[in-house]
């Protein structure tokens, strides 16, 4: 079920426009057209490696100990229960709970030094989320909610997803923030329910097609009134952002998009009957129709006690999905346009807790990259021989969301305006991780 509730009724549009003096007009209720404020961001790129990206945010914190930065040679407080196995890339061992992850290494780079000084989830999550830090709260826009400011739509299909939600601890993170409603994520929801239905993209029941039909006709109305309204645009917004909600309500193509029951039974399969895996299947769907950033949200990692316990069902889970959307990606040739990232707000401690587990750690973290010009078997960076400190290659938040900016052909120097019309650049900091290329 797709969410669309509006958390905070003071935000702003892209634009500064008070969104809570729009999003109820009696006539657009029978829609369900709680959309508006999610579309009509501006258009423009520059040259780009990318033309979508699909983040796969791993919540909690991945142990990095446990998956892909292994140290083998430590003291087993430190190297943990599980044995390292060959990958695809000659010299590099991975867990041994992913196998099929090992064999598609050779199709990505594992990033092994990522780093940042914040062990709290909220305030982590932000910071890898948006490029800056701020606080727990959220100061600054997602990159998807960037990418949907600068990008806008693609015929019907909204520029920014998050699969099945946007991530949440004690409350939602990853947010467009004061950018406002239009940049927002469009919440498609757990593909893996029985009977899978994105709410809004499809008529409500007794609705007829004519019907509908008659009710987007209302939407002139508004667009007649907002021509009367001299020296204001925020009708006219209002009017731009709910002609585009219609559109998604009657598109087949958006319906389409989300349709992951016209897959073969087969490929569902190959993916896993999890959230995860029928997630990144969905994902793989949306940047396929044209979405140009989609978050799988696949939480879950906070291993603060039995780490091993959790980990034995997490990383196969993970394993399945992650490494069967690479291979699709490939075959289809669409690895070549869709830069895909995963990775977590920070790592876990190098020695496993009293409780047998392993707590945060934003000193050291890996990070899976792939397509749209991402070199193919390479490992960049490295950690001590506790997995505690960065040795080779620091990789920051700032230069991870540069470098998915400018894979979009994004400027990520670029100064937007506030609603309050103060000038904020896009990112304070931060530089292109070249090695990901060259």
């Known amino acids: 079920m797709l969410d669309l509730s509006l958390s905070n ?7 500064g426009v008070s969104r809570r003096n729009f999003i109820r007009i009696g006539a657009l209720a029978p829609l369900g057209l709680s959309l508006p404020q999610l579309m009509a961001a501006d258009t423009g790129a520059g040259s ?19 998956s892909f930065d292994m140290k083998p040679e430590a003291v087993e407080q430190i190297r943990g229960k599980y044995k390292s196995i060959a990958t695809t890339v000659p010299g590099l061992q991975i867990c041994e709970l992913l196998p099929k992850t090992a064999q598609v290494m050779n199709k990505l780079t594992l990033v092994r030094s990522g780093t940042h000084e914040n062990d709290h989830h909220e305030t982590a999550t932000n910071w890898v989320l948006s490029g800056r830090f701020g606080t727990p709260f959220g100061d600054h826009p997602a990159i998807g909610a960037i990418v949907a400011h600068e990008t806008g739509f693609s015929g019907a299909v909204p520029p920014y997803v998050a699969v099945p939600k946007n991530p949440s601890f004690t409350w939602e993170l990853g947010k467009s923030v004061w ?13 893996n329910d029985a009977n899978y239905r994105v709410r809004d993209l499809s008529a409500p029941t007794g609705i007829t097609p004519q019907t509908l039909e008659r009710r987007k006709s209302l939407l002139a109305a508004v667009d007649q009134l907002a021509d009367r309204v001299k020296g204001s645009d925020q009708i006219a917004t209002y009017d731009e952002f709910s002609r585009k909600a219609a559109e998604m309500v009657l598109s087949p193509h958006a319906q389409a998009a989300f349709a992951i029951e016209r897959e073969e039974t087969k490929t569902r399969d190959d993916y896993g009957r999890s959230e995860f895996g029928q997630s990144v299947l969905l994902a793989r769907r949306l940047v396929e129709n044209g ?3 989609v978050t799988v949200n696949y939480g879950g990692w906070d291993h603060h006690g039995d780490i091993f316990k959790g980990l034995d069902k997490k990383l196969p889970e993970f394993d399945q999905g992650y490494s069967s959307l690479i291979l699709d990606l490939d075959q289809r040739g669409l690895l070549d346009d869709t830069l895909v990232l995963a990775m977590g707000e ?17 000193r050291a973290g890996s990070m899976l990259w792939a397509g749209a010009g991402v070199a193919r078997g390479r490992v960049i960076g490295a950690t001590d021989k506790n997995g505690a400190f960065v040795t080779d290659r620091p990789v920051r938040p700032a230069d991870v969301a540069w470098t998915v900016y400018e894979s979009l052909g994004i400027d ?8 309050e019309g103060r000038p904020v650049s896009i990112l304070a900091e931060g530089a292109t991780v070249t090695e990901l290329f060259s």
Request: glycine fraction near 14%; charge should be positive.
């Open 48 to 66: 780009a490696r990318a033309k979508s990206v699909i983040l796969i945010y791993l919540g909690g914190g991945l142990s990095h100990h446990d």
């Open 179 to 191: 950018l406002g409603g239009r940049c927002e994520s469009f919440k498609a929801g757990n593909p």
């Open 412 to 419: 990520p120097a670029k100064e937007l305006l506030t609603p």
């Open 291 to 293: 979405v140009r950033f």
């Open 9 to 15: 009724a003071r935000s702003r549009l892209c634009n």
């Open 346 to 362: 920070f790592g876990r401690t190098p020695k496993v807790n009293d409780k047998a587990g392993r707590d945060h750690w934003g």
